[in-house]
């Protein structure tokens, strides 16, 4: 009985503090003195922010989007003064060339635009249509490296009457060199407004039941294309230096996690699904095992069909359309392996949408019902 009650006396405070507070929705401007300027209606706005792109594939505008990307504390922790020896000595003066050609391979030549920035913008479009149930909810989509920046675009929710701001980092597991910067680059710019918006970030999302579901049907619909059955699925994730693991990084977690939540719904034999690391750069350990070399490995063993994907990405981009389904697939090919094939990323298809969508309303709780 006194279960009971203290339930009841539960709804009915529910009940109270819903009555006495209101959605953005809800509320409305009262009568305004002569004079005085328009008002806006109150706005949500909802930022999706992915890595970034260069603007072209040429040399200046690749330097310029690498100098920006490697400029980053978070991304490398070296000590300044050590890092941008290399960096403007030997990096910005070499990779820009490599780099703008690798590119070059996948370019979205009739949008003249990185596979990344259409995928983004499709992503941005696709939710707009979705919540257009709540007409006070305005979507846009940013970069955190390269153009539209998130200030640009942080700007234009604002100049819509956007008074609250929820920050997407398209990263389902988190890490300081991908979610924590596309933070630190919002809040930056928040910090020269005289007028700053509420604002919520989404948190990591590697293991929301609505992501694996989506992850591993993906996955059955591509497997179902094939003439061959893979013996092997791997799992590849960018990696990140084992001293930013070692430092408390959470990322190297919430992979695995990722993976075996992956491994129970499939319900494969153990060991078919593995958990690799790539996009490696400079002298030191990264997180292992690497991705190069484990599929190397396989196809020396006698494997001969394999299948990779990438759970961390939401979007294909440079890292997977050119590493894994270009490279990785020509490194099994010339050790040996006979069927290698790519499982493109979630992008904007229904699945992949899903998810966005599915965190988004999650974390709008409050400010549209």
Known sequence: MRSAAVDEDKSVRESRMNALTKTVAQRTTGPLPAGHPPVKTAKIGVLLV???TPDGTDFKPMRRYLKE???DKRVIEWPRIAWYQVLYGIVLNTRPKKSGAAYAEIWNKERNESPLRTFTRAQGEKLAVRMAGHGEVVVDWAMRYGNPSIAERTDYLMS??????LVYPLYPQYSASTTATVNDKF?????AQRWMPAVRTVPAYHDEPVYIDALARSIESHLATLDFEPEHVICSYHGIPQSYFRKGDPY???CQKTSRLLDERLGWPKGRLM???????GPEEWLQPYTDKTIEKLAKEGVKNIAVLNPGFVSDCLETLEEIAGEAGEIFHEAGGENFTHIPCLNDSEAGMDVIEAMVRRELRGWID
């Open 50 to 52: 992915n890595l970034g």
């Open 69 to 71: 990307f490697l400029s």
């Open 160 to 165: 819509q009457g956007c008074e609250r701001i």
């Open 187 to 191: 809040f930056e710019h928040m910090m």
């Open 252 to 254: 190297h977690c919430h």
């Open 275 to 281: 958990t690799t690391f790539q996009s490696r750069f």
